[in-house]
């Protein structure tokens, strides 16, 4: 494995994570504040809407696609890790699969499913709404803080 190898795979997954990066902060600082200004019966309805939608968009291409950059970036970090650049292609990869990939899998996707199965505007789904909201948009502010992060090393990982 060569530095140039490395830096292929920085480069791809740099594109990968700026743009999940955008994706996820748009989510927090736009569309959850804008579904938080209506009611929980329009917010949930949304929200599932939206749920249901980004499934057949780009969107999942991108996750999936960058979730497997990021395990091909662990195992060949871990492979070449006497190489020049081995370290920061393993964290970039480490710091992605699991700060991405992970926290959807174990929080985003959960509270989504959570979700679906509410509807109404009575006081049981204005609680539930209003937990999701703040629960949801933390963790989806997590994912972009790791998605940044991530593309902040393979930046620096292309600048050697």
């Keep these: ?9 920085a480069w791809l997954m740099a594109v990968c994570s700026s743009l999940m990066a955008g994706v ?16 929980s019966s329009q ?32 195992g060949l970090g871990l492979r070449f890790q006497s190489e020049p650049g081995a370290g920061a292609t393993l964290a970039a990869g480490l710091i992605y699969f699991f700060g991405m990939f992970f926290t959807t899998a174990a929080a985003n996707v959960p509270l989504n499913n959570k979700l679906a199965k509410v509807s109404g505007d009575g006081e049981e789904a204005q609680r539930i709404w209003q937990e ?16 940044f992060a991530t593309l902040v090393i393979c930046l620096d990982l292309l600048a050697q």
């Design 43 to 74: 917010g949930i309805d949304a929200m599932n809407a939206i749920n249901k939608v980004i499934l057949k968009t780009a969107f999942m291409p991108l996750f999936f696609g960058s979730s497997v950059i990021a395990l091909m970036m662990i």
């Design 1 to 9: 494995m060569t530095s140039d190898q490395f830096q292929g795979l």
């Design 24 to 39: 996820y902060l748009t989510f927090s600082v736009v569309i959850m504040k804008s579904l938080a200004t209506l009611n």
């Design 132 to 147: 999701y909201l703040t629960r949801w948009t933390r963790w989806n502010a997590s994912r972009t803080v790791w998605s």
